[in-house]
Nanobody, 120 residues
Framework: QVQLVESGGGLVQPGGSLRLSCVASGSGFSVYAMGWYRQAPGKPRDFVAR???????NYADSVKGRFTISRDNAKNTVYLQMNNLKPEDTAVYYCNADGRIVLGLLANYWGQGTQVTVSS
């Protein structure tokens, strides 16, 4: 009943930019913190960035100064602006959200991911 849908992934050359979007939906669903994680083949899923309901942000050291997370609370949407992309940024990027539905418990949700490939 709760769905997170990512979009905006694709193929880009080193130094290029992409903007990822994630829309959270569901009847009576309220979103609190939202974030982005990524997973490369053969590697664990790693934290990338997170934004709280009040707008506070956290970033992995590897993306600080290059990536920016933002959100539109009215649309239950989170964005990840990725600049100066590097080959090591290649991964499937997953949207994550802490939220709840009416009369429900706070829970953690995942999207299905969007592929980002940085290559010449």
């Amino acid at each position: 009943q709760v769905q997170l849908v990512e979009s905006g992934g694709g193929l880009v050359q080193p130094g290029g930019s992409l903007r990822l979007s994630c829309v959270a939906s569901g009847s009576g669903f309220s979103v609190y913190a939202m974030g982005w994680y990524r997973q490369a083949p053969g590697k664990p899923r790693d934290f990338v960035a997170r934004i709280g309901g009040g707008g506070s942000t956290n970033y992995a050291d590897s993306v600080k100064g290059r990536f920016t997370i933002s959100r539109d609370n009215a649309k239950n949407t989170v964005y990840l602006q990725m600049n100066n992309l590097k080959p090591e940024d290649t991964a499937v990027y997953y949207c994550n959200a802490d939220g709840r539905i009416v009369l429900g418990l706070l829970a953690n949700y995942w999207g299905q991911g969007t592929q980002v490939t940085v290559s010449s």
